[in-house]
């Protein structure tokens, strides 16, 4: 592929992924309320900033988990797998199904640690209006994504290095 391309590095494609998918995403996004206002439905987000801050920290922290994991498996090949399976967990412990409030105490704890469960309840709570649910933090998600992001690119460097020397 491109990545065996001296020039071509791992953080070029994930940035031009991100450069292809996030306007998409938001595309689609515009599109889906605006058939919803067209169909009278009371579809507008009460605090459209916050919608706009969650979009915009989701972004980051999927391009700096997308940089840590592209430079680890091209450090360790065989970490492709368990990064499918990671993925599909982290997915589903995000709280994109259910809201933090409906979740008995010990398990709550543990996925509160979860930044993207805490991204998901302040859209959540930005677009219907209501108040955070208790644990979830919006410095949390902002802290977790800006070292996750410091960490891919030393990582990226470190693949980089390594990339040359082979």
């Avoid at 309840?121 to 994504?145: C, D, K, Q, W």
Wanted: glycine share 10%; with cysteine; net charge neutral.
């Amino acid at each position: 592929g491109l990545l065996g391309l001296v020039q071509v590095q791992i953080l070029d494609g994930l940035i031009a992924y991100t450069l292809v998918e996030a306007p998409k995403w938001v595309l689609v996004i515009v599109i889906t309320n605006s058939v919803a206002i067209l169909l009278g439905l009371s579809y507008w987000p009460d605090d459209g900033m916050a919608c706009l801050l969650v979009l915009l920290g989701v972004v980051a922290m999927s391009l700096s988990w997308g940089m840590i994991m592209g430079a680890l498996i091209t450090i360790f090949p065989l970490l492709a797998t368990p990064n499918s399976i990671v993925n599909r967990l982290w997915f589903f412990a995000s709280g994109t199904f259910y809201s933090i409030d409906v979740v008995p105490e010990p398990l709550r704890t543990y996925l509160l640690y979860n930044p993207l469960l805490h991204y998901v309840e302040i859209g959540r709570a930005g677009f219907a209006g209501t108040a955070l649910p208790e644990g979830v933090s919006p410095g949390y998600p902002v802290f977790v994504t800006l070292g996750m992001l410091a960490w891919g690119l030393i990582l990226e460097r470190n693949a980089r290095t390594i990339r040359r020397r082979a």
